[in-house]
């Protein structure tokens, strides 16, 4: 069966600081991970992915993710954060069923 | 393009009473799917659908039934709420079935009964 562990609830970082997220997965096989963003009140939606070929990937608003076998990790990053970034952020694996598991989120909050 | 659609976006209930949240989709999506979201809990799928006539259950599917007449819509019934069901749903869509892919969302619904 597949998994996902999202270890931090919250993260608190000021205006311009360094993120990151973390997103441990469990999974037999090479894995299909995603990252999503749900800003207040809204549905969630894709901010990058991994299937296969580069370990670090890029996505839409200035994040990247670097995809770890070893560590069965997925962690979500960002050199400078926006006080818009403030959402929940969704670590989500695949593999042989087209249906993803999800973690439970981490809450993003962004000090001025 | 209004992509994945949910009415209504707030409802309240009354325990017992029924009502169906609507999901709505241009794109032409096979499968479709219900989650709700509850604080600490992230996403837990309820039901899914891989194309019109079949369904099947997710994770947490008592006290709820869908039915897929069509490929545009996927509607959620709750037949008797119960204030467990107070909660965050949202629809979710994805073109093809050969393997995981980027999931679409709808913006919504906030369900309260009490």
């Known amino acids: 069966a597949q998994s996902v562990t999202q270890p931090d609830i919250h993260i608190t970082v000021s205006e311009g600081a360094s993120l990151e997220l973390r997103c441990n997965y469990s999974?037999?096989?090479?894995?299909?991970l995603f990252w999503y963003v749900q800003s207040p009140g809204q549905g969630l939606q894709l901010l990058l992915k991994?299937?296969?070929?580069?370990?670090l990937v890029q996505g839409i608003k200035g994040f990247e993710a670097e995809f770890k076998r070893s560590q069965s990790s997925f962690n979500l990053r960002k050199p400078s954060v926006h006080w818009s970034d403030a959402a929940e952020y969704f670590c989500?694996?695949?593999?042989?069923?087209?249906?993803?598991?999800f973690g439970r989120g981490t809450s993003l909050i962004v000090h001025p | 393009n209004a992509g994945v659609t949910q009415t209504p976006k707030f409802q309240v209930l009354k325990t017992g009473q029924s009502m169906t949240l609507q999901c709505a989709q241009d794109?032409?999506?096979?499968?479709m799917s219900w989650y709700r979201q509850d604080p600490g809990m992230g996403l837990r799928l309820i039901h899914y659908?891989?194309?019109?006539?079949?369904?099947d259950q997710g994770e947490v599917p008592n006290g709820y039934n869908v039915s897929r007449s069509t490929t545009e819509d996927f509607p959620l019934r709750l037949l008797s709420a119960a204030p467990s069901q107070t909660s965050v749903y949202f629809c979710a869509t994805k073109g093809g079935l050969a393997g995981p892919g980027e999931l679409f969302f709808g913006e919504g619904s906030r369900l309260t009964v009490l």
């Open positions: 659908s891989v194309g019109a006539g079949i369904t």
């Open positions: 991994y299937f296969s070929g580069d370990t």
């Open positions: 989500a694996v695949g593999g042989g069923s087209y249906i993803p598991t």
């Open positions: 999974y037999g096989a090479t894995p299909y």
């Open positions: 794109m032409n999506h096979e499968y």
